[in-house]
């Protein structure tokens, strides 16, 4: 009962208060459990063995259809108004109810399933001061666990202790952000020194206040108080469920949220029921149908009063008239009679037909081979069932960037050395070659060392540094001694590098396989093995990354005693520090740098500077001065960087790939001729989300202008956008164009709608998170949305995840547009569930978009598919399946209608009811349903060929309110027809023998068989894809009928069940008469032959897209696949630094020379407390910017 409670609870929309501050207190359960904290287990299923029946009995009621056939039934017990049997409604109720609750139970226990899975993953939980293993469900709050490598972190915990020096931590976020690189935390020093002493960690008492639950990522405020002491806790003491643990063998913590309560379930929001726009018409479209059923039973009731007022006292000595019923009260019940009579009006097999369609289409995506990836063994799968035609639809996507539009993975590309580029191929005539994965790689067999995932297809570089050229060599000395990565050497030879950012991890390995392996470090030396030679440099001093900076140094002396500075960052800060007389390799490299940018590289420059002895020595002096100092540490700090990081020497630059997915240029390129427009979302930089737009040919240099919206304030912001609308469309009024409309059930729901201006050319449009921070407030979020709608391209930067969701939900809300969102971390949740389809992008980098989407695959290139194919297919079959299903149950209906007329209005039906009971479960079924399920206009090939044929789905040309009436009226006709004619050939007709066969029973089964007759020719003109299903299912259907016409009608089953079979004999009597088939015959051609005409002669003046690519589609071979083209260079001013981290660096903690005090089972390479980590400072991965040395305006053409 609790959970029948509690649901109704949240239908009614009560809440639990809310916690203001979260207390726990470690290793005390009895205190802990008294706050009623929310335990470890998760729960998303929605339905137990005992609330299954009454819950899903009262969702399905909750359809407007099912209630309404509920109503029905109970009145088809009633003698005096049911003029039906009570199972004419009853079965099909039955029957689809049974159906929809099969499947319902079915996705339930998927979720039981998948619950269980997680719950049951087991832990190490300190009870009673002994370890002891114990499920995740069980895991409560306050209690301390342990941890090991490779383990999912459990809960939301306070890290307590480590197995590494400095307690810190290292852990992998792809489940939370989707980023594979490790990210580093730290515990406090007073909990730290416990280590995994199982008796201090059980006298631990120490007490947490900290935020309640929510789903901030990136934030956590809090306060540890032990003995006595309040220590400060943020965001790097603590380790989020989802998260891995990597290269560290143990740690403990203190759970202080389990469950629900995690900010990874509180991130995944709430889960919210979509419905498609289909979906929401048929609602609006049923109760249109229900006004109209009223109508035109009220009508009848009408009638039957005149009627009974004007002919009825005649037949009152035939058929008396029961006691105590007037005439009103008659018409009253008359009334009720035609709801029942008429029902059919309202198809109750509809939305289970509908349902088996999109389950169907579902399979289809889940079976598709051209969808499957291979290398992850990862198929394509719809998540969900009730969305298929939307994806038919979609007019914006918006897209993460970093693990969707990107593989994440960092490759070491191109390089320029002295004035000379390396990594491309040119073939004899000088033209360069396409790299692919056949073109030959380098060797580097010869360095046993190399890492073998590397590869490189220039083999002059590897020539040069093999043969001794100080330049190259140089190149790559600086390389593996430049940087902040850790060592890590588990088995001989077989190093792993720890890199802040994958883009540093990159250059390394670069430098690893060139033959300078990057070997060990400590706090005063790096050892590197040169060219098989181990050589260890002694670390004098590193200069670290920071922001402002946007740079990085080292200086270390060789065992010659030889002093160097080696330094790279980004070009606009190396180049203003370079010696005059690097002047025209500066312009070489420069040139350089211009063409890797233009191939979406990022980039760095690389210098170095001989120091005297003398005056090293001064400097240290000063430096130790300076970094000791209370006052104004961090700018004497600067100032000495600055002047020893003058007149340095050019050495060359860095072009490293962050690798985009198979097949990404072509897709947005396939999207944008079908008129999708996409916007990307990313927490990245402005530069590195830019560089990816020019790749993936989001940005183009053809351009008119692409605006850069950067401004810190709201008056800045509204500038800006109203500077760039003016330039795109000088015209354009001040105030923003909104149309207010009606829509929804009654016509409750108010809309407004932001109107388009016309804009001449293509321009696109790059905002950051704190700009877009103003433009989504009240008074700018239309200007803001009437701006981008104008631009081809929309790039948003550093927004949170939060803002990727009020993105998505001002498009949905002010253009009333079909939406969808396409990420692959924790931080695209949000956007998935916002948008109308959300698509998760499964693979390396983790699971919970995948887990929060409706359909999900392993590559972005698979979107077109998606869409261009199963989205199109899947709206054409719903849309003809709709018309058609309307069209066949309103001729049926309107054929009561007109033979109304004739019985006086007495509800009597002119059909069997064995008849009415089987047309729309058997009869009529499956010829539509194949043609839901297997119905195509072009194939595929010519669907990916031409993408223009996607934009009638946005544009709802096939089904809407026009197309409903259409059809309303030409089953009007087709009824006007099938009565009317069978009427007249049947009125004073005689057998061949001369017997009378205008009988009512020969009238019903001539009328019914012309219907099925009909409707199952309507279907085989609206089909256009023929298979064997289809086939079978129109001939089965017909022959079905007959059959069980024939078995109906006989004299067995009359003698067997008298009263449920009395048409006996009507079928052979009637069928075997030829002018019974000639009124078949007419009535079909009557029906059919205008809908031929008018068919023909639109598509000879109006054609459509569609009707234009059939006739090429019948004239010409299939077209032949895309040819793979190579990437096209463009030449841009505008580039990029990278592969620093984008706060500061580790160069306190890798040079601290307390790293050894406290060994543990293995040695670690650092440790320092005074180090960023130990002072608490974020650790966020961030690559540098580049600042221009002047005003610069955006790239145009």
């Given at each position: 009962?609790?959970?029948?409670?509690?649901y109704?609870?949240?239908?009614?929309?009560?809440?639990?208060?809310?916690?203001?501050?979260?207390?726990?207190?470690g290793?005390?359960?009895?205190?802990?459990?008294?706050?009623?904290?929310?335990?470890?287990?998760?729960?998303?299923?929605?339905?137990?063995?005992?609330t299954?029946?009454?819950?899903?009995?009262?969702?399905?009621?909750?359809?407007?259809?099912?209630?309404?056939?509920?109503?029905?039934?109970?009145?088809?017990?009633?003698?005096?108004?049911?003029?039906?049997?009570?199972?004419?409604?009853?079965?099909?109720?039955?029957?689809?109810?049974?159906?929809?609750?099969?499947?319902d139970?079915?996705?339930?226990?998927?979720?039981?399933?998948?619950?269980?899975?997680?719950?049951?993953?087991?832990?190490?939980?300190?009870?009673?001061?002994?370890?002891?293993?114990?499920?995740?469900?069980?895991v409560?709050?306050?209690?301390?666990?342990?941890?090991?490598?490779?383990?999912?972190?459990?809960?939301?915990?306070?890290?307590?202790?480590?197995?590494?020096?400095?307690?810190?931590?290292?852990?992998?976020?792809?489940?939370?952000?989707g980023?594979?690189?490790?990210?580093?935390?730290?515990?406090?020093?007073?909990?730290?020194?416990?280590?995994?002493?199982?008796?201090?960690?059980?006298?631990?008492?120490?007490?947490?206040h900290?935020?309640?639950?929510?789903?901030?990522?990136?934030?956590?405020?809090?306060?540890?108080?032990?003995?006595g002491?309040?220590?400060?806790?943020?965001?790097?003491?603590?380790?989020?469920r989802?998260?891995?643990?990597?290269?560290?063998?143990?740690?403990?913590?203190?759970?202080?949220?389990?469950?629900?309560?995690?900010?990874?379930?509180?991130?995944?929001?709430?889960?919210?029921?979509?419905?498609?726009?289909?979906?929401?018409?048929?609602?609006?479209?049923?109760?249109?149908?229900?006004?109209?059923?009223?109508?035109?039973?009220?009508?009848?009731?009408?009638?039957?009063?005149?009627?009974?007022?004007?002919?009825?006292?005649?037949?009152?000595?035939?058929?008396?008239?029961?006691?105590g019923?007037?005439?009103?009260?008659?018409?009253?019940?008359?009334?009720?009679?035609?709801?029942?009579?008429?029902?059919?009006?309202?198809?109750?097999?509809?939305?289970?037909?509908?349902?088996?369609?999109?389950?169907?289409?579902?399979?289809?995506?889940?079976?598709?081979?051209?969808?499957?990836?291979?290398?992850?063994?990862?198929?394509?799968?719809?998540?969900?069932?009730?969305?298929?035609e939307?994806?038919?639809?979609?007019?914006?996507?918006?897209?993460?960037?970093?693990?969707?539009?990107?593989?994440?993975?960092?490759?070491?590309?191109?390089?320029?050395?002295?004035?000379?580029?390396?990594?491309?191929?040119?073939?004899?005539a000088?033209?360069?070659?396409?790299?692919?994965?056949?073109?030959?790689?380098?060797?580097?067999?010869?360095?046993?060392?190399?890492?073998?995932?590397?590869y490189?297809?220039d083999?002059?570089?590897?020539?040069?540094?093999?043969?001794?050229?100080?330049?190259?060599q140089?190149?790559?000395?600086?390389?593996?001694?430049?940087?902040?990565?850790?060592?890590?050497?588990?088995?001989?030879?077989?190093?792993?590098?720890?890199?802040?950012?994958?883009?540093?991890?990159?250059?390394?390995?670069?430098?690893?396989?060139?033959?300078?392996?990057?070997?060990?470090?400590?706090?005063?030396?790096?050892?590197?093995?040169?060219?098989?030679?181990s050589?260890?440099?002694?670390?004098?001093?590193?200069?670290d990354?920071?922001?402002?900076?946007?740079?990085?140094?080292?200086?270390?002396?060789?065992?010659?005693?030889?002093?160097?500075?080696?330094?790279?960052g980004?070009?606009?800060?190396?180049?203003?520090?370079?010696?005059?007389?690097?002047?025209?390799?500066?312009?070489?490299?420069?040139?350089?740098?211009?063409?890797?940018?233009?191939?979406?590289?990022?980039?760095?420059?690389?210098?170095?500077?001989?120091?005297?002895?003398?005056?090293?020595?001064?400097?240290?002096?000063?430096?130790h001065?300076?970094?000791?100092?209370?006052?104004?540490?961090?700018?004497?700090?600067?100032?000495?960087?600055?002047?020893?990081?003058?007149?340095?020497?050019?050495?060359?630059?860095?072009?490293?790939?962050?690798?985009?997915?198979?097949?990404?240029?072509?897709?947005?390129?396939?999207?944008?001729?079908?008129?999708?427009?996409?916007?990307?979302?990313?927490?990245?930089?402005?530069?590195?989300?830019?560089?990816?737009?020019?790749?993936?040919n989001?940005?183009?240099?053809?351009?008119?202008?692409?605006?850069?919206?950067?401004?810190?304030?709201?008056?800045?912001?509204?500038?800006?956008?109203?500077?760039?609308?003016?330039?795109?469309?000088?015209?354009?009024?001040?105030e923003?164009?909104?149309?207010?409309?009606?829509?929804?059930?009654?016509?409750?729901?108010?809309?407004?709608?932001?109107?388009?201006?016309?804009?001449?050319?293509?321009?696109?449009?790059?905002?950051?998170?704190?700009?877009?921070?103003?433009?989504?407030?009240?008074?700018?979020?239309?200007?803001?949305?009437?701006?981008?709608?104008?631009?081809?391209?929309?790039?948003?930067?550093?927004?949170?995840p939060?803002?990727?969701?009020?993105?998505?939900?001002?498009?949905?809300?002010?253009?009333?547009?079909?939406?969808?969102?396409?990420?692959?971390?924790?931080n695209?949740v949000?956007?998935?569930k916002?948008?109308?389809?959300?698509?998760?992008?499964?693979?390396?980098?983790?699971?919970?978009?995948?887990?929060?989407?409706d359909?999900?695959?392993?590559?972005?290139?698979?979107?077109?598919?998606?869409?261009?194919?199963?989205?199109?297919?899947?709206?054409?079959?719903?849309?003809?399946?709709?018309?058609?299903?309307?069209?066949?149950?309103?001729?049926?209906?309107?054929?009561?209608?007109?033979?109304?007329?004739?019985c006086?209005?007495?509800?009597?039906?002119?059909?069997?009811?064995?008849?009415?009971?089987?047309?729309?479960?058997v009869?009529?079924?499956?010829?539509?349903?194949?043609?839901?399920?297997?119905?195509?206009?072009?194939?595929?090939?010519?669907?990916?060929?031409?993408?223009?044929?996607?934009?009638?789905?946005?544009?709802?040309?096939?089904?809407?309110?026009?197309?409903?009436?259409?059809?309303?009226?030409?089953?009007?006709?087709?009824?006007?027809?099938?009565?009317?004619?069978?009427?007249?050939?049947?009125?004073?007709?005689?057998?061949?023998?001369?017997?009378?066969?205008?009988?009512?029973?020969?009238?019903?089964?001539?009328?019914?068989t012309?219907?099925?007759?009909?409707?199952?020719?309507?279907?085989?003109?609206?089909?256009?894809?023929?298979?064997?299903?289809?086939?079978?299912?129109?001939?089965?259907?017909?022959?079905?009928?007959?059959?069980?016409?024939f078995?109906?009608?006989?004299?067995?089953?009359?003698?067997?069940?008298t009263?449920?079979?009395?048409?006996?004999?009507?079928?052979?009597?009637?069928?075997?008469?030829?002018?019974?088939?000639?009124?078949?015959?007419?009535?079909?051609?009557?029906?059919?032959?205008?809908?031929?005409?008018?068919?023909?002669?639109?598509?000879?003046?109006?054609?459509?897209?569609?009707?234009?690519?059939?006739?090429?589609?019948?004239?010409?071979?299939?077209?032949?696949?895309?040819?793979?083209?190579?990437?096209?260079?463009?030449?841009?001013?505008?580039?990029?630094?990278?592969?620093?981290?984008?706060s500061?660096?580790?160069?306190?903690?890798?040079?601290?020379?307390?790293?050894?005090?406290?060994?543990?089972?293995?040695?670690?390479?650092?440790?320092?407390?005074?180090?960023?980590?130990?002072?608490?400072?974020?650790?966020?991965?961030?690559?540098?910017?580049?600042?221009?040395?002047?005003?610069?305006?955006?790239?145009?053409?």
């Amino acid at each position: 009962m609790g959970s029948i409670s509690s649901y109704f609870e949240r239908l009614c929309g009560q809440k639990e208060k809310g916690e203001e501050e979260r207390c726990v207190r470690g290793n005390d359960r009895p205190f802990n459990l008294s706050k009623n904290y929310a335990n470890n287990a998760i729960k998303t299923s929605k339905y137990n063995l005992f609330t299954f029946l009454p819950l899903n009995l009262f969702e399905q009621f909750q359809r407007l259809a099912n209630a309404y056939f509920l109503f029905l039934m109970i009145l088809q017990i009633i003698p005096q108004v049911s003029s039906l049997s009570w199972f004419t409604t009853a079965v099909p109720l039955v029957l689809v109810l049974s159906i929809t609750a099969v499947k319902d139970a079915s996705d339930d226990i998927n979720r039981h399933r998948s619950d269980n899975q997680v719950n049951k993953r087991t832990v190490s939980v300190l009870i009673d001061g002994q370890l002891r293993s114990e499920t995740w469900m069980n895991v409560q709050v306050g209690d301390i666990i342990k941890l090991e490598s490779n383990h999912f972190v459990t809960a939301d915990i306070l890290l307590l202790s480590s197995s590494e020096p400095l307690n810190v931590v290292y852990i992998e976020t792809a489940e939370l952000d989707g980023e594979t690189n490790l990210k580093v935390k730290q515990a406090l020093t007073v909990t730290g020194g416990m280590g995994d002493d199982t008796d201090a960690l059980a006298a631990f008492r120490g007490e947490a206040h900290c935020e309640p639950p929510n789903n901030r990522l990136d934030k956590f405020k809090g306060t540890l108080t032990v003995d006595g002491q309040t220590y400060s806790l943020d965001n790097d003491k603590v380790l989020l469920r989802g998260c891995t643990l990597r290269n560290t063998e143990w740690c403990f913590g203190l759970v202080l949220f389990g469950g629900p309560d995690t900010k990874l379930m509180q991130n995944s929001g709430k889960t919210i029921f979509k419905r498609t726009s289909i979906d929401h018409l048929m609602n609006v479209l049923v109760l249109c149908i229900f006004g109209f059923l009223a109508l035109m039973c009220t009508f009848m009731t009408i009638g039957n009063a005149i009627w009974e007022v004007k002919e009825g006292s005649v037949f009152t000595a035939f058929i008396p008239r029961e006691e105590g019923i007037a005439i009103g009260l008659s018409s009253f019940l008359i009334f009720w009679s035609y709801v029942i009579v008429l029902n059919t009006v309202v198809p109750i097999s509809l939305y289970v037909s509908v349902e088996m369609i999109r389950l169907g289409n579902s399979f289809f995506i889940n079976w598709d081979r051209k969808m499957y990836y291979p290398k992850s063994d990862t198929p394509a799968k719809a998540r969900t069932t009730t969305l298929n035609e939307e994806l038919g639809q979609i007019k914006y996507i918006f897209s993460d960037k970093t693990g969707t539009l990107t593989q994440n993975i960092m490759t070491f590309n191109k390089c320029s050395i002295n004035g000379r580029t390396y990594g491309d191929l040119y073939d004899f005539a000088g033209q360069r070659v396409e790299i692919t994965e056949k073109t030959q790689r380098v060797d580097f067999s010869w360095n046993q060392m190399a890492d073998p995932t590397f590869y490189f297809h220039d083999y002059g570089l590897a020539e040069i540094v093999r043969e001794g050229n100080p330049e190259a060599q140089d190149f790559f000395r600086l390389l593996a001694l430049c940087h902040t990565v850790m060592p890590e050497e588990k088995q001989e030879g077989t190093l792993n590098y720890q890199a802040q950012s994958p883009d540093e991890g990159a250059l390394v390995t670069a430098a690893r396989n060139f033959g300078f392996v990057f070997r060990s470090r400590t706090p005063e030396t790096i050892t590197v093995v040169e060219m098989g030679r181990s050589v260890t440099y002694e670390l004098l001093a590193v200069l670290d990354f920071n922001n402002v900076r946007k740079r990085m140094s080292v200086i270390v002396r060789s065992p010659d005693g030889k002093i160097t500075l080696y330094c790279k960052g980004a070009d606009t800060i190396i180049f203003e520090r370079l010696h005059p007389s690097c002047n025209k390799l500066n312009d070489v490299t420069t040139r350089h740098l211009n063409e890797y940018a233009g191939d979406g590289l990022r980039t760095l420059v690389l210098a170095y500077k001989d120091l005297d002895e003398t005056y090293m020595g001064r400097w240290k002096e000063r430096h130790h001065e300076a970094s000791t100092a209370m006052d104004g540490r961090e700018e004497r700090l600067d100032e000495l960087y600055e002047e020893i990081e003058r007149d340095m020497m050019l050495m060359g630059a860095t072009a490293v790939e962050d690798k985009l997915q198979d097949g990404v240029p072509q897709t947005i390129e396939q999207l944008n001729k079908a008129d999708i427009k996409l916007w990307v979302l990313t927490g990245d930089k402005q530069e590195t989300a830019e560089n990816i737009g020019y790749s993936c040919n989001m940005l183009r240099e053809e351009m008119k202008e692409i605006f850069v919206i950067a401004a810190n304030s709201a008056e800045g912001v509204k500038e800006e956008l109203q500077n760039a609308r003016m330039k795109m469309c000088p015209e354009a009024s001040e105030e923003v164009s909104v149309k207010k409309a009606h829509a929804g059930l009654f016509w409750l729901k108010k809309t407004k709608t932001v109107q388009d201006d016309t804009v001449d050319g293509e321009y696109g449009l790059i905002i950051n998170g704190h700009s877009l921070a103003f433009a989504l407030e009240k008074n700018l979020k239309l200007e803001f949305l009437r701006m981008a709608c104008m631009c081809q391209t929309v790039i948003c930067c550093r927004v949170t995840p939060l803002q990727k969701a009020q993105v998505v939900q001002l498009v949905k809300k002010y253009k009333q547009a079909v939406t969808l969102a396409i990420g692959d971390g924790a931080n695209d949740v949000s956007m998935i569930k916002a948008a109308h389809i959300g698509v998760g992008i499964s693979g390396q980098e983790g699971m919970q978009a995948v887990l929060a989407s409706d359909f999900s695959f392993a590559q972005f290139r698979y979107l077109q598919r998606l869409l261009l194919v199963h989205g199109r297919w899947g709206y054409l079959r719903m849309c003809k399946f709709l018309r058609y299903f309307f069209y066949k149950n309103f001729t049926f209906t309107f054929v009561q209608f007109w033979y109304a007329f004739f019985c006086g209005f007495s509800a009597q039906t002119v059909y069997d009811e064995w008849f009415i009971t089987l047309y729309n479960l058997v009869y009529a079924a499956l010829p539509v349903l194949g043609m839901g399920l297997f119905e195509q206009d072009v194939n595929d090939r010519w669907s990916l060929h031409h993408p223009q044929l996607y934009t009638p789905g946005q544009l709802n040309m096939y089904f809407s309110k026009k197309a409903f009436l259409r059809g309303m009226f030409h089953s009007w006709y087709s009824s006007f027809i099938l009565f009317f004619i069978p009427r007249a050939a049947m009125y004073d007709t005689v057998r061949d023998d001369g017997k009378d066969i205008a009988d009512y029973q020969s009238f019903a089964l001539l009328a019914q068989t012309c219907l099925l007759l009909v409707v199952n020719a309507q279907v085989c003109l609206d089909t256009l894809y023929w298979t064997a299903v289809n086939q079978f299912f129109v001939w089965g259907s017909l022959a079905a009928y007959f059959a069980i016409t024939f078995t109906m009608y006989s004299n067995g089953m009359f003698l067997i069940f008298t009263s449920a079979f009395p048409f006996i004999g009507a079928a052979r009597n009637s069928l075997n008469q030829p002018n019974v088939w000639l009124t078949i015959f007419l009535a079909s051609l009557l029906c059919v032959l205008p809908v031929v005409a008018y068919r023909f002669v639109l598509v000879q003046l109006c054609p459509t897209i569609n009707d234009k690519v059939r006739y090429k589609f019948r004239k010409e071979a299939l077209p032949a696949p895309a040819p793979r083209r190579p990437p096209t260079r463009r030449i841009r001013t505008r580039r990029s630094g990278y592969a620093f981290s984008h706060s500061q660096g580790y160069g306190a903690l890798v040079t601290s020379r307390k790293f050894l005090l406290r060994p543990r089972t293995r040695p670690s390479p650092f440790a320092h407390t005074d180090s960023p980590l130990a002072q608490n400072e974020p650790q966020h991965y961030r690559s540098i910017t580049e600042e221009p040395k002047g005003p610069q305006s955006p790239p145009h053409v």
